[in-house]
């Protein structure tokens, strides 16, 4: 037979030699004392949340929603709720296939640039019906399914880690409201706010929020990005927040996101002590 490798599979080390931390062939981060965040000074016992994360390897993202349906990727259009009619929605089947792919998490899309929620939100704007699927009639005709609970319950049920999508740049408040970010910090503040209370609170352990629209829109200039984490911070601590700002090195996330490319390159710079997801 042959032998076993006990060697890292990775290892970054100070200066002087000392390990900061590594991370063994079974998937067993250890972490050092010293702190190995050049941009955040985050100490070792705090980075251990985000190479863990990232040591999962492989995860999936669902991107779905009233896009589905209006076929409008960018989210401009602001459709009708009663435009939103799943046939042959099938979570288990979502599922099983990032389990068949070797998936360690999952991530979902809640709410995209339209602005429409699968969950039940309670959060609307007076005057307003809340934009979501409970202003449906699939969702009164099926038993009043609530899509980002189902998705996690069904997620957790098969040891997958999860993370929830929400998109800050909310085109439907902007429009009833008539209100930008800019225009309406204090109450755009407590829509987001009032939004991420659901999803932190609802669901159980979350594993990672991941928002998007936010840094890249301008919106982080209004909604700072340590306003967000210690909000989601003192809901649940444990939960990575995680920004699609496409800088590096980024002083506004947990997770620095490769969704678009580096200096030309699909993946941060090389030495970057990071952690980051692509």
């Given at each position: 037979?042959?032998?076993?490798?006990?060697?890292?599979?990775?290892?970054?080390?100070?200066?002087?030699?000392?390990?900061?931390?590594?991370?063994?062939?079974?998937?067993?981060?250890?972490?050092?004392?010293?702190?190995?965040?050049?941009?955040?000074?985050?100490?070792?016992?705090?980075?251990?949340?985000?190479?863990?994360?990232?040591?999962?390897?492989?995860?999936?993202?669902?991107?779905?929603?009233?896009?589905?349906?209006?076929?409008?990727?960018?989210?401009?259009?602001?459709?009708?709720?009663?435009?939103?009619?799943?046939?042959?929605?099938?979570?288990?089947?979502?599922?099983?296939?990032?389990?068949?792919?070797?998936?360690?998490?999952?991530?979902?899309?809640?709410?995209?640039?339209?602005?429409?929620?699968?969950?039940?939100?309670?959060?609307?704007?007076?005057?307003n019906p809340a934009y979501s699927i409970a202003a449906t009639s699939w969702y009164t005709a099926n038993g009043n399914p609530d899509i980002v609970g189902q998705f996690v319950a069904k997620a957790r049920a098969r040891n997958l880690n999860v993370g929830l999508y929400i998109n800050f740049n909310d085109a439907k408040w902007q429009t009833l409201t008539g209100l930008t970010p800019a225009t309406g910090t204090a109450a755009?503040?407590?829509?987001?706010?009032?939004?991420?209370?659901?999803?932190?609170?609802?669901?159980?352990?979350?594993?990672?929020?991941?928002?998007?629209?936010?840094?890249?829109?301008?919106?982080?200039?209004?909604?700072?990005?340590?306003?967000?984490?210690?909000?989601?911070?003192?809901?649940?601590?444990?939960?990575?927040?995680?920004?699609?700002?496409?800088?590096?090195?980024?002083?506004?996330?947990?997770?620095?996101?490769?969704?678009?490319?580096?200096?030309?390159?699909?993946?941060?710079?090389?030495?970057?002590?990071?952690?980051?997801?692509?």
């Amino acid at each position: 037979g042959s032998a076993t490798s006990t060697a890292p599979l990775f290892d970054i080390a100070s200066s002087s030699g000392t390990s900061l931390f590594r991370v063994s062939p079974n998937g067993t981060v250890t972490v050092g004392t010293t702190v190995i965040d050049p941009v955040l000074g985050i100490s070792a016992p705090n980075i251990a949340k985000p190479i863990n994360y990232v040591g999962q390897g492989f995860g999936v993202g669902f991107n779905w929603g009233m896009p589905t349906w209006n076929l409008d990727e960018g989210g401009g259009t602001l459709s009708a709720a009663s435009v939103f009619a799943p046939t042959g929605m099938n979570i288990d089947q979502w599922l099983d296939t990032a389990v068949l792919v070797g998936a360690k998490y999952v991530t979902f899309t809640t709410k995209w640039y339209d602005g429409f929620d699968l969950w039940p939100t309670a959060m609307s704007v007076p005057g307003n019906p809340a934009y979501s699927i409970a202003a449906t009639s699939w969702y009164t005709a099926n038993g009043n399914p609530d899509i980002v609970g189902q998705f996690v319950a069904k997620a957790r049920a098969r040891n997958l880690n999860v993370g929830l999508y929400i998109n800050f740049n909310d085109a439907k408040w902007q429009t009833l409201t008539g209100l930008t970010p800019a225009t309406g910090t204090a109450a755009y503040t407590a829509w987001i706010e009032g939004q991420l209370r659901e999803l932190l609170t609802n669901y159980g352990p979350i594993d990672a929020i991941w928002v998007d629209g936010w840094s890249w829109t301008g919106i982080i200039a209004n909604l700072p990005y340590a306003t967000i984490l210690q909000f989601v911070h003192s809901i649940q601590p444990n939960t990575l927040l995680i920004n699609n700002d496409h800088l590096h090195p980024s002083t506004t996330t947990q997770i620095e996101v490769s969704e678009v490319p580096y200096a030309g390159n699909a993946r941060p710079f090389v030495g970057n002590l990071r952690a980051w997801d692509v």
